[in-house]
């Protein structure tokens, strides 16, 4: 796990700003062949294995694509959030950022990697923006669970 947190004080213009940035990285393995673990990654429909989404309006088979933008309701706070698909290399990464507040910038990146020991999959999360501090509050307990609830799942698929 490793955790980065930055906070700058930026004075102009006769006033204060502030800006919060934290970046963590999860990581968990897994005895699911990568196949199945980056399917059921990207697999938009289908947030059953994630600890704070709990449905999407995705239709079932869509998978993720860079540009395509969908809503999913969140399980803290049943309200819909919009999610943008920046970035998949097939795989390995799948790149997405949610769209909820103003004043908070959430990237999350999942990484897939194969290794003699398993497959390892990571989950990063950055988030920015003067909010941050009170979101990661809200999160943290949930999101330190991501990874190791999508290994769970892979598993789970590939024992069946």
């Not at 699911?32 to 449905?55: E, G, Q, R, Y």
Request: aromatic share 10%; charged share 15%.
């Amino acid at each position: 796990m490793i955790l980065n947190f930055s906070f700058k004080l930026i004075a102009g213009r006769g006033r204060i700003w502030c800006k919060f940035s934290l970046f963590r990285t999860y990581r968990a393995l897994s005895t699911a062949p990568v196949d199945v673990l980056w399917h059921k990654l990207i697999n938009l429909a289908d947030v059953s294995w994630h600890p704070l989404l709990s449905s999407t309006n995705a239709p079932i088979g869509l998978i993720a694509k860079p540009g395509l933008i969908y809503q999913v309701v969140t399980r803290l706070i049943p309200i819909p959030v919009r999610v943008f698909v920046e970035r998949v290399l097939p795989g390995e990464l799948l790149s997405v950022r949610v769209l909820a507040i103003p004043g908070v910038e959430n990237r999350l990146t999942y990484r897939v990697e194969s290794t003699v020991c398993g497959t390892y999959v990571s989950y990063s999360m950055t988030l920015r923006g003067w909010l941050s501090p009170l979101i990661w509050w809200l999160i943290r307990p949930y999101a330190a669970r991501v990874a190791v609830e999508l290994a769970q799942a892979a598993e789970q698929v590939a024992a069946l």
